[in-house]
């Protein structure tokens, strides 16, 4: 598992500094910012996953984030993530408020601020960079093997930073195939911290925003 996530951390540095690459030489980056934000900006909505690892085990992030749209190149945007559904997982040899044997679930939950630079573009395919800084809480509660007696719950303060590379193919003029993948540095006390982990998203987009404007158009 160990050097999975090692080459998983290497992958992600050097997609991103590949695509960083790749952008300066396409355009200037300063002067398409410059350029895209004399541009009157179009508000969005949309819709974020995460598949991420949290010991050892799969799980889901999910977020609702809204902004506005300089020109499709820049997005500046603000989020809300949380996992939905936290599953509980059996921890034995792990005495929890004198319990040999628990049940553990974990949440976090977090607002965050972020920005997705669009570095490449064409017909019906463009590529990105996003980059997120949040605050937010997570959640260890303990329960007994009931799994409904609660034992006692800790929070910590969370400061979650995220980058990545995502790719998006339009099949219609509001909807989008889309994947991407990243790394999310979880910043707190050592509980907070066994969140950090590479993530992966795929699925499809829908660009709330962009289908507003093409239902308008079409009356």
């Given at each position: 598992?160990?050097?999975?996530?090692?080459?998983?951390?290497?992958?992600?540095?050097?997609?991103?500094?590949?695509?960083?690459?790749?952008?300066?030489?396409?355009?200037?980056?300063?002067?398409?910012?410059?350029?895209?934000?004399?541009?009157?900006?179009?508000?969005?909505?949309?819709?974020?996953?995460?598949?991420?690892?949290?010991?050892?085990?799969?799980?889901?992030?999910?977020?609702?984030?809204?902004?506005?749209d300089f020109n499709q190149k820049i997005k500046l945007y603000l989020g809300i993530y949380g996992f939905v559904k936290p599953d509980?997982?059996?921890?034995?040899?792990?005495?929890?408020?004198?319990?040999?044997?628990?049940?553990?679930?974990?949440?976090?939950?977090?607002?965050?601020?972020?920005?997705?630079?669009?570095?490449?573009?064409?017909?019906?395919?463009?590529?990105?960079?996003?980059?997120?800084?949040?605050?937010?809480?997570?959640?260890?509660?303990?329960?007994?093997?009931?799994?409904?007696?609660?034992?006692?719950?800790?929070?910590?303060?969370?400061?979650?930073?995220?980058?990545?590379?995502?790719?998006?193919?339009?099949?219609?003029?509001?909807?989008?195939?889309?994947g991407g993948i990243g790394y999310r540095f979880s910043i707190g006390q050592k509980e907070v911290n066994r969140l950090t982990s590479?993530?992966?998203?795929?699925?499809?987009?829908?660009?709330?925003?962009?289908?507003?404007?093409?239902?308008?158009?079409?009356?």
């Amino acid at each position: 598992m160990d050097k999975s996530l090692k080459f998983i951390k290497i992958f992600v540095v050097l997609s991103i500094l590949s695509t960083s690459i790749k952008s300066q030489a396409q355009n200037n980056i300063w002067d398409s910012v410059r350029i895209s934000f004399r541009e009157k900006p179009t508000f969005y909505v949309a819709f974020h996953n995460r598949n991420t690892v949290v010991n050892v085990q799969k799980t889901k992030l999910y977020g609702i984030v809204g902004g506005f749209d300089f020109n499709q190149k820049i997005k500046l945007y603000l989020g809300i993530y949380g996992f939905v559904k936290p599953d509980k997982y059996l921890f034995t040899n792990h005495p929890i408020a004198g319990k040999d044997s628990v049940y553990q679930s974990i949440n976090t939950k977090n607002i965050s601020i972020g920005a997705d630079y669009t570095f490449y573009t064409n017909k019906k395919m463009y590529l990105s960079i996003p980059f997120q800084l949040g605050i937010g809480s997570t959640q260890y509660k303990y329960w007994e093997l009931d799994q409904n007696t609660l034992i006692k719950k800790d929070n910590y303060l969370t400061i979650p930073i995220e980058i990545g590379t995502n790719a998006y193919v339009k099949i219609l003029p509001f909807a989008a195939l889309k994947g991407g993948i990243g790394y999310r540095f979880s910043i707190g006390q050592k509980e907070v911290n066994r969140l950090t982990s590479p993530y992966y998203n795929i699925g499809l987009a829908l660009l709330i925003g962009e289908g507003i404007q093409f239902f308008r158009n079409l009356n």
